[in-house]
């Protein structure tokens, strides 16, 4: 009794009726998430829903369905029903792949639909011994065995290709798997270490570092391992308005000491350590700060103003000794377009090499001040700080993985067949006579085709032979 | 010429291959349909080299990008996969008569482009977001998929249609009977589904690594990917009651129907339905 009823548990969870069942629950509700709007506040519910609807949809927790306890319920019912599947299906394929096609009586083929006698001339010893060399020089390595009244040879190809199916199965598991270890709420609630996945981000002002970052969930700190720091934030624009690229330099620092600086923009993130940041937005932090670019060594310095000692002196390093630079004079302007004031600087700059170089500059426009030993791009603008997303996700190899999986079973599944042919060598009247037969799980009529020509190339063989 | 003349040579192009089959569907006048594929392929090089002069032209406004990146160029590319995946389907199964319900996807496509004033030619640059090679990847396996969806869902209503005469029992002389027999059409319908499915789920997969590199996070559930993922469903369940259910026939041709339906809301459905709840959820 207590083996019927498991193995009725067992056809249950197996069945493609469940697995229909179980993809048609999760396609059709899927759609409440795309008409429900995602992780709003509770006021835009009862807005648009009505009380009675806010009331639905916080009890089903339509507010963030993705990740309520049902749905991922049913995404571990449709796990569970795939690995069922595969595991009870599994061992008849094995068997189907690794049967002994030459154990085959001879009667039984020769029924089969697909098949062409070739008439040979000669002895069915020259035959035998041809054969195996035809059927290799055609890429099919054959194997034979003796028979009462003839000799069988057998040859396939593709049998891998009927585990197409179950590579997708299991393709989806690891894609499933691979989100399951990437997930910051497993990491935090169950491996309770939010700092083996998690995904958050942080507002860094240029020149500003930062050890931390914030978690998207919650907002809790999680420490990064390392500092970053962002050195600047740049942004250009089409002539047309359009945001062209946002630019932040960003370098990284174990203990103190500057081990690798980059610049990352949207999809060109920076990764290190396995934390990846990417950049997300921007912030103006509305108060000036000084890009200065030095154009033969690509160097970029910036120097924040501060608005009540906007004319200190700022310095820095050059392979030849000390820069210096300041704004001596500064004055409101009407700006350019109309609409409120811009500044319009007197600027001083020295390097090692020549005289101080003085020369006026209006807000945000770049300037080149040219220097006996080199050229510097100069350039005041608004002080940005950068918003970055940071996260990990150690799962994503697996995703990948999972979805190259699957592409190949799906290849494999549905374009590459199972082909099996034989070659029965045996005589008649005399003479030998080689049947070919063959057999093939899909695109039956293209391999129709292949064995037509096959058997005809060894008949040609023979009659150049003789 | 420039790429907008070409694209209404192609319109035209595509309006009179409709014709043709359509002739060859109703008076079986087999010259017709040579002439219909004849002007389909004509129509396919004009819009090839539409697309590659418009690419062009981006070029030369200083943009340089690949024609796929808006809603005008996508209807373009899904024009031109629809028709090539059709040309192609008659030179692999000789059935013609397909034509008369697959050619005028991309005919209404296009005439659509020309008719629907808000959608926008215009050459734009790339925003940040959209600068990857990802792009290219991810919309032409998406595109690829959709042409033989459409298709798909074309020979589901050749389908219904014969079967409805079938049932009805009109005779052989009447417009049905000059539609291939419904095995036939079953097998197409199924393998031209397999063809579409592999395509899409290469699309969402690309999709989702692109989405990794610009935002750090491969599924957000957002409703465009999540109205991918319920049509990849739809087709999963397709195939699988196929297989293990031996679903044929009419029940496959249905599926074929709603399948398209879903890819139709993936692609318009979310940019104007959607977006309108959410205009109208957030004023």
Known sequence: ?466 | MNSSQLFGITTIAYLLSSVCYIGLFVFRNKKVGQVGLVLAVLGILAQTIGLGLRWQESYTLGIGHAPLTNMYESLLFFAWCAAIFYVLLEIKFKLPVIGAFAMPIPFITLAYTSVDKGLSRDISPLVPALQSNWLIAHVITCFIGYGAFAVAAGLGIMYLLKQFGHDRKFSADTLIGSLPELRTLDDVIHKTIVFGFMWLSAGIITGAVWANEAWGTYWSWDPKETWSIITWFVYALTLHARFTRGWNGSRIAWLAVIGFISVFFTYFGVNYLLAGLHSYGSN
């Not at chain 1, 306890?69 to 595969?86: D, E, M, Q, R």
């Not at chain 1, 570092?209 to 420490?223: A, L, N, Q, V």
């Not at chain 1, 319009?344 to 101080?356: A, F, R, V």
């Open chain 1, 1 to 466: 009794m207590a083996a019927k009823a498991k193995n009725s548990v067992w056809a249950f969870l197996a069945s493609v009726q469940l697995a229909l069942l179980l993809i048609g629950l999760l396609a059709s509700t899927s759609i409440i998430g795309t008409v429900v709007q995602q992780n709003k506040p509770p006021e835009h519910y009862a807005e648009t829903w009505g009380k009675t609807g806010a009331a639905v949809i916080n009890a089903f927790n339509l507010d963030d369905m993705y990740n309520s306890v049902w749905f991922l319920a049913l995404l571990g019912a449709f796990s569970l029903n795939l690995t069922v599947c595969s595991l009870d299906r599994l061992p008849g394929v094995i068997r189907l792949v690794r049967k002994d096609n030459l154990d085959t009586a001879t009667e039984q083929l020769l029924k089969m639909k697909m098949q062409h006698k070739v008439q040979r001339g000669g002895s069915v010893k020259t035959a035998t011994q041809h054969l195996l060399g035809y059927l290799s020089g055609k890429g099919w390595k054959a194997a034979r065995r003796d028979k009462e009244d003839g000799t069988l040879f057998f040859a396939q190809k593709g049998g891998w290709t009927r585990y197409g199916v179950y590579l997708v199965h299991i393709s989806i598991l690891i894609i499933l798997l691979g989100a399951v270890i990437g997930s910051p709420t497993v990491a935090k609630k169950i491996l309770k270490n939010p700092q083996f996945a998690f995904k958050g981000g942080v507002l860094l002002p240029e020149l500003r570092s930062t050890e931390r970052i914030f978690s998207y969930d919650d907002e809790s700190e999680i420490p990064l391992g390392f500092t970053v720091r962002c050195n600047f934030f740049d942004i250009h624009f089409y002539d047309n308005g359009m945001p062209k690229d946002f630019v932040s330099g960003l370098t990284v620092l174990e203990q103190g000491k500057e081990v690798l600086t980059t610049n990352i923009e949207v999809n060109k993130p920076l990764t290190y350590k396995g934390i990846t940041f990417y950049q997300s937005s921007y912030n103006d932090m509305h108060r000036p700060i000084i890009h200065l670019t030095n154009l033969t060594t690509g160097k970029k310095t910036v120097f924040p103003v501060n608005p009540e000692q906007w004319d200190a002196t700022h310095s820095w390093q050059e392979e030849g000794g000390q820069g210096m630079l300041r704004i001596q004079e500064a004055r409101s302007v009407p700006a350019e377009n109309g609409t409120g004031t811009s500044t319009e600087m007197q600027m001083w700059l020295m390097d090692s090499q020549g005289p101080p170089s003085m020369f006026p500059m209006s807000y945000g426009r770049p300037v080149i001040v040219e220097r006996p030993s080199t050229k510097y791009e100069l350039k005041i603008g608004p002080h940005y700080a950068t918003g970055l997303q940071v996260s990990k996700d150690p799962g994503v190899w697996w995703v990948y993985s999972g979805c190259a999986l699957m592409l190949l079973g799906l290849y494999a599944a549905f374009f590459m067949s199972h082909r099996k042919i034989w070659a029965y060598v045996h005589e008649v009247n005399g003479g030998a006579v080689v049947v070919f037969i063959g057999n093939a799980n899909k695109n039956n009529l293209g391999f129709e085709k292949t064995l037509a020509a096959l058997a005809e190339g060894f008949s040609g063989k023979n009659d150049s032979s003789n």
